[in-house]
């Protein structure tokens, strides 16, 4: 049925296996593959009037939201500014005249968000969303809905509902870049290309489930952990960071890779792990030589990379979690798999209620 653990021990570990699945429904909401090209729905955004776009969600969706920000910088050239929703309130933001608002939101009942949309709407804004639940108040209140397809997700720590939004925002914003004239026809089938394995792609990065299991045995045991990485895998080491510290109660901390040693690095030694969230992509070798600085100061350096990435600068890592090679630009779809993963493994080894951690609920409907 659409809600029992079909097999699996929780909630969340079905959800993590799901994927393939549901990002390959979210993508045919948007994609033609014969013809290569992206589809929006109907009366969404002019993209080519649009002289900016304010994005705000709260938790795992607002991670979705900093990555969308180098997609839409990249291919749409569009300025865009993202922000928390519990903070965007509290900002004179400089509303334009000809600017959109788009919020993200699994639920579409989180307090922060709904009050965020109705701010922007006060300012003129023409509001978006990409949100799961259909029949939710974020849902009703917005102009346009932008379609995921993630069904219902149970588990407290959201899994599935990130990737379709990811996928949701990467079609969003290669549509945006087609309608801005900033993308070629060329580039966008490329990109379709690409986006269209990637679900062959997560269900091989699955198959890494019980090297992470073994790996993380050693994780449960630390007190702290971090997790690095630059350009569009910057968001997926705050989202690792996250997971974790959801379920597994460690404290984990997301950087970019490159403001480790303005502070950060202080804390590296033997008992802290660093999670490096290393794609091969034009920001590899930089990352790597962030992941070399932790482990000359003997720092327990777990790489997540390709396999040509690992055997490049993997040897000397304390342990290294292969992750299929994608276009560098959509890695953040493929490398949330093995964060995810990571942090599940080490919640049941240290046996806390995973579907249900302390503290935290589903949808907060409180500001
Ligand atoms: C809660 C959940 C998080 C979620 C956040 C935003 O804090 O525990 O997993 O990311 O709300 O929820 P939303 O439904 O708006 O995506």
């Known amino acids: 049925g659409l809600v029992d653990k079909e097999g699996h021990r929780h909630f969340m570990a079905k959800e993590i296996h799901e994927q393939p699945e549901v990002i390959a429904h979210t993508i045919s909401r948007y994609v033609d593959p014969s013809t290569k090209t992206v589809r929006l729905p109907n009366g969404v955004f002019d993209f080519a009037k649009l002289d900016r776009l304010t994005v705000t969600a709260c938790g795992t ?42 919020f993200i939101s699994q639920s579409g009942e989180t307090a922060d968000t709904l009050a965020a949309l109705r701010d922007a709407r006060a300012n003129g804004q023409q509001i978006a969303t990409v949100v799961n639940v259909a029949e939710s108040s974020i849902a009703r209140e917005a ?151 932790v482990m000359a100061r003997d720092g327990k350096a777990l790489m997540v990379s390709c396999k040509d990435g690992i055997a490049e600068a993997g040897g000397k890592t304390w342990a290294a979690i292969e992750t299929p090679q994608t276009h560098p630009m959509l890695a953040p779809i493929v490398y949330t798999v093995p964060v995810q993963l990571l942090a599940y493994f080490t919640a049941t080894t240290k046996g806390t209620d995973v579907d249900q951690p302390r503290n935290l609920a589903k949808s907060v409907t409180v500001e």
């Open 143 to 293: 102009d346009i809905i932008f379609p995921m397809a993630a069904g219902p997700e149970i588990g407290v720590a959201s899994t599935k509902a990130f990737t379709c939004q990811l996928v949701s925002l990467a079609c969003i914003a290669i549509a945006a870049g087609r309608i801005r004239g900033t993308l070629t026809a060329e580039e966008e089938s490329v990109l379709v290309t690409s986006l269209l394995e990637i679900p062959r792609l997560v269900s091989e990065a699955l198959k890494q489930s019980d090297k992470i299991e073994t790996i993380a045995r050693d994780i449960a045991k630390a007190t702290g952990i971090f997790y690095i990485g630059r350009g569009v895998s910057y968001p997926i080491a705050l989202e690792g960071a996250l997971k974790l510290k959801e379920i597994s109660y460690i404290h984990a901390e997301g950087y970019a890779a490159g403001e480790l040693k303005h502070g950060p690095i202080a804390l590296i030694d033997e008992n802290l792990p660093i999670v490096v969230i290393a794609p091969k992509d034009a920001h590899f070798e930089k990352t790597v030589s962030n992941m070399q600085e």
């Open 61 to 102: 969706a607002y991670y979705a939201g900093l990555v969308s920000k180098y997609w839409f910088e990249k291919w749409a050239k569009l300025p865009i500014e993202i922000d928390v929703a519990s903070e965007l309130r509290y900002r004179d933001v400089p509303w334009t005249k000809n600017g959109g608002a788009l």
